[in-house]
C-alpha cells in the first residue's frame, strides 16, 4: 500500500492498491504525465475478465470434485470394511491314507469320497452321509517275482450314474445315488487313462521288418536337402532349433466292461506321448507335437509348434496349447489355428465359456518391478510370495480374438475355473518363515472371485495351509485343502478338508 496500512482484498478490488480515492488521487499527481498505451488498458481488461472467469469455474467445480472424492474413498471403505468377503460355508475333514483319498463332485451338493477302505456319497449342505460302502481291502499276494502285495481298489471316477473303481484284475461299477453295486467285470488293461467307457494305451508301434538289400557302396551325397531348405535356414537364422526325430506310436483302445479291443491308431511323436482327457477331447501331447481325438479311434487333427508343449486347456470351441516359447489358439473340431502369441511362455492356460484366454506367465522381479503400473498387485499370502527372487506369477486375460492382452493381475492364476457369469481364482503359495515351529516354510492358499472386465477383487478369501485341487459346486468354489502335510512314512496318511467357498 502506498499509505503503509494493512493490505485489504475488498478494498483492492474495489479501488486497487489505494486505501481510498483521495490516496489514489494523490499518488496520480505527484506521477509525471505520460501518454496512456490503449494496448496495455486492453490487455488489462482482458487479463481481468479471465481472471473473473478463472474463478467463478473454481467455484463451480469445487464441489463436484468434493463430492466425487468423498464417494471414491466411501467405496474403498465400504470394500475394506462391508463389502463382499470370503467365507467358508463347509468344512468336512476327511483323514485318509494318501495312496486311497479322492474326492469327485457327483452334483451340485454332493461328493463322492474314497478314503481308506470306504466309499461313500457326502451331502456338502448338511455334511451327512448318504450311503456308505466298506471297502475289505484284498488278501496279500505274491507275484510272479516272490514280492507280496495287498491289491486294493483304485477309484477311477464317476461315469453317468456310475462310480467306477478297478483293481488289478476286477472292474467295479457302484450306482451314484444309493451306492448299490450295479455290475464286475474282469479287467485286461493296466492303462491308467479312461476315456468315455474306453481304457486309452499308448505303446511304440513294433518297427517294420526290413527287406534284405544286396550290398553296394553307399553312395556319398551332400546329405538332407531338408537341412538346406530356404525355410530350414530361415528357421535357424530366428533362433529355432530343428525338430526331433520322430517315431510311430501305435495308440489302442479297449472297452472297459468286456475288455474288447476297440480299435487302433498310429501317431508319430519326438518321444512317447502323454494322454490327456479334456471334457469330451482325447489330447496327446509329446515334445512340440499334438494329437487330438473327439470320437471313434482316429485323431480329427494333429500338428506340430514351434516350442516344446508346456500345457493344454479345452473349452468354448477351441484348443489352448501353451509352449515354452507362446501360446496358440486352434478351433477344437477342424484344428485350424485362429491366432497364436510368441512372446508368452505360459505356464498354463484356461478357456472361458466366451472364448476367452486366462493365461498364467512368470517374469522375473526386475521385470516386475517395471510393470508395477501395468499388472495390478493381488495378495496371496499374508505376508507374501516365498522369496523376493522369486519368479512372479502373472495372471494375463487374452483376447477371444486376436489374443491380445487385455489386463493382467500378479500373484495368482494356478487354478482358474468358470461358472455361470463369474470368474474365479485359487492359488497356492507360501512364505518363508524361519521361526516357525512347523518348518521354515508356511503354507498358504487363497481363492476370489475377479470382475472379467479388470481383474479386480470382487471377494477373496485367504488361509493358512496347502491346496490340492479347485473346482466348483452349485457356482461356488469347491477347494480340497489340509492344515498340514500328512504324516507317516511307509503309509503317510492327511486330513484332508472339503471345503465350499462363499463371498458374502
Not at 494523490?26 to 501518454?35: L, T, W
Request: proline share 5%.
Amino acid at each position: 500500500m502506498n499509505c503503509g496500512k494493512p493490505l485489504c482484498m475488498a478494498c483492492v478490488d474495489e479501488r486497487g492498491y489505494y486505501c481510498s480515492d483521495a490516496c489514489k488521487e494523490a499518488v496520480q499527481a505527484a506521477e509525471p504525465s505520460a501518454p496512456r498505451d490503449a494496448s496495455l488498458d486492453k490487455v488489462d481488461a482482458q487479463m481481468e475478465r479471465g481472471m473473473a472467469v478463472a474463478s467463478s469455474v473454481v467455484r463451480k467445480l469445487i464441489k463436484p470434485v468434493v463430492i466425487a472424492v468423498v464417494l471414491v474413498v466411501a467405496f474403498y471403505a465400504y470394500r475394506t470394511f462391508f463389502g463382499p468377503k470370503g467365507t467358508v460355508t463347509v468344512n468336512v475333514p476327511v483323514n485318509s491314507e494318501v495312496a486311497t483319498f479322492h474326492a469327485e463332485l457327483a452334483g451340485p451338493d454332493a461328493v463322492i469320497v474314497r478314503a481308506n477302505d470306504e466309499l461313500y456319497r457326502l451331502k456338502l449342505s448338511t455334511q451327512a452321509k448318504e450311503w456308505t460302502v466298506n471297502l475289505q481291502p484284498f488278501e496279500p499276494e505274491q507275484n510272479a517275482e516272490g514280492f507280496t502285495y495287498r491289491d486294493r481298489l483304485e477309484y477311477l471316477g464317476i461315469r453317468g450314474d456310475e462310480v467306477w473303481l478297478r483293481s488289478r484284475e476286477k472292474l467295479l461299477a457302484f450306482d451314484a445315488a444309493s451306492g448299490v453295486k450295479k455290475w464286475e467285470a474282469a479287467v485286461t488293461s493296466h492303462s491308467e487313462t479312461l476315456w468315455g467307457d474306453r481304457f486309452v494305451e499308448v505303446n511304440l508301434a513294433p518297427a517294420p521288418k526290413k527287406i534284405a538289400e544286396p550290398e553296394t557302396e553307399p553312395e556319398i551325397t551332400a546329405g538332407d536337402a531338408e537341412q538346406f531348405s530356404a525355410r530350414r535356414l530361415l528357421g535357424l537364422a530366428k533362433g529355432e532349433s530343428p525338430a526331433p526325430k520322430s517315431y510311430d506310436y501305435l495308440v489302442t483302445f479297449q472297452d472297459a466292461r468286456t475288455g474288447a479291443a476297440a480299435g487302433n491308431a498310429k501317431v508319430a511323436f519326438p518321444q512317447h506321448p502323454t494322454e490327456q482327457v479334456l471334457g469330451d477331447f482325447l489330447v496327446l501331447t509329446g515334445g512340440r507335437n499334438l494329437a487330438v481325438f473327439r470320437t471313434g479311434t482316429q485323431p480329427l487333427w494333429q500338428t506340430q509348434l514351434g516350442a516344446a508343449i508346456v500345457h493344454v486347456a479345452q473349452g468354448a470351441d477351441v484348443v489352448a496349447v501353451a509352449t515354452e516359447k507362446g501360446v496358440t489358439v486352434f478351433a477344437a473340431e477342424s484344428g485350424q489355428q485362429r491366432w497364436a502369441r510368441d512372446d508368452l511362455a505360459a505356464h498354463r492356460v484356461a478357456i472361458g465359456p466366451d472364448g476367452t484366454v486366462y493365461a498364467q506367465v512368470y517374469i522375473s522381479p526386475d521385470d516386475a518391478k517395471k510393470a508395477e503400473d501395468k499388472y495390478r498387485f493381488a495378495k496371496v499370502a499374508l505376508a507374501g510370495m516365498s522369496s523376493p527372487l522369486a519368479q512372479v506369477p502373472v495372471l494375463l486375460k487374452l483376447d477371444a480374438k486376436d489374443g491380445q492382452t487385455r489386463w493382467g493381475v500378479r500373484n495368482i492364476g494356478t487354478h482358474v475355473l468358470f461358472t455361470g457369469s463369474k470368474v474365479l481364482v485359487a492359488d497356492a503359495t507360501e512364505q518363508m518363515n524361519l521361526l516357525a515351529a512347523s518348518g521354515p516354510f508356511q503354507g498358504y492358499y487363497s481363492v476370489r472371485q475377479i470382475n472379467p472386465r479388470n481383474g479386480d477383487d470382487v471377494w477373496s478369501y485367504v488361509a493358512k495351509g496347502l491346496l490340492y485341487e479347485a473346482h466348483t459346486a452349485d457356482e461356488k468354489p469347491f477347494l480340497i485343502a489340509a492344515e498340514d502335510l500328512p504324516s507317516g512314512r511307509k503309509n503317510p496318511v492327511g486330513t484332508y478338508l472339503l471345503q465350499v467357498v462363499e463371498g458374502k
